[in-house]
């Protein structure tokens, strides 16, 4: 856990706070998810998605109080699902992630929730989930997992995430889903 990293509620009132946030999710998801996020205005809509109802929004803030990660959080009263998660760049590998993950499941768990899932794909053929017919096999795509060092699917595998699902074109064509969930009680 990173020590001392202060975690808040975002609004939408905080209007500097969701600028800088925006300027990070560009980058964050160019790698893996390359169409995702097109653009500035996709980025500020998609925080803007996560002050609705059954909706909460957390920043992880750096020592001068900037914004150096934000999740987002669907509420339900089960099963509570993570979306989205980044760190920016320049914060990543400091356990930023993994504290934002434990901040919700400490929120999911105190309102009475039992589980937390996440959804990661993988758009860009970079991973063993795309070498297999998803419709005809999808129970196959769970063994023998090979993914590049980098790929969201290994965070959530550190995270105690186990996967339980997998969606073909869940992305759009031959880019499938890839579903984690974790018990949080
Ligand atoms: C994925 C992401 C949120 C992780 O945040 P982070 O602050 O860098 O992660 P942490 O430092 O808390 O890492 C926790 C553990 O996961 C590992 N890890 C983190 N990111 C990883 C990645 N992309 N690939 C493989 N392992 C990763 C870390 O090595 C660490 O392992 P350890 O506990 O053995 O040391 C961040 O890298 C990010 O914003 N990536 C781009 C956006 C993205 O892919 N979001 C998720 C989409 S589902």
């Avoid at 560009?26 to 995702?36: A, H, I, N, R, T």
């Avoid at 760190?87 to 356990?95: E, F, I, T």
Wanted: glycine share 8%; hydrophobic share 40%; proline share 6%.
């Amino acid at each position: 856990m990173h020590m001392g990293l202060v975690i808040e509620n975002l609004d939408e009132s905080q209007n500097d706070r969701i600028e800088l946030i925006s300027q990070f999710l560009l980058p964050c998801f160019q790698k893996y998810s390359p169409d995702w996020l097109p653009n500035k205005k996709a980025a500020l809509n998609l925080i803007m998605s996560t002050f609705g109802e059954q909706r909460r929004s957390r920043v992880a803030l750096g020592e001068n109080g900037h914004p150096i990660g934000w999740i987002g959080a669907i509420t339900d009263e089960d099963v509570w699902e993570i979306h989205p998660i980044a760190v920016s760049p320049d914060n990543q590998r400091k356990a930023v992630g993994k504290s934002l993950v434990a901040d919700v499941e400490s929120l999911a768990r105190s309102s009475g929730a039992v589980a937390v899932w996440a959804g990661t794909s993988d758009e860009t053929a970079s991973t063993s989930f795309s070498s297999i017919d998803l419709y005809k096999e999808p129970g196959r795509s769970f063994e023998n997992i090979e993914t590049p060092e980098d790929h969201p699917i290994q965070f959530w595998l550190k995270m105690g995430y186990s996967i339980v699902g997998v969606m073909p074109d869940e992305e759009g064509l031959g880019k499938p889903g890839i579903h984690f969930a974790k018990r949080v009680v």
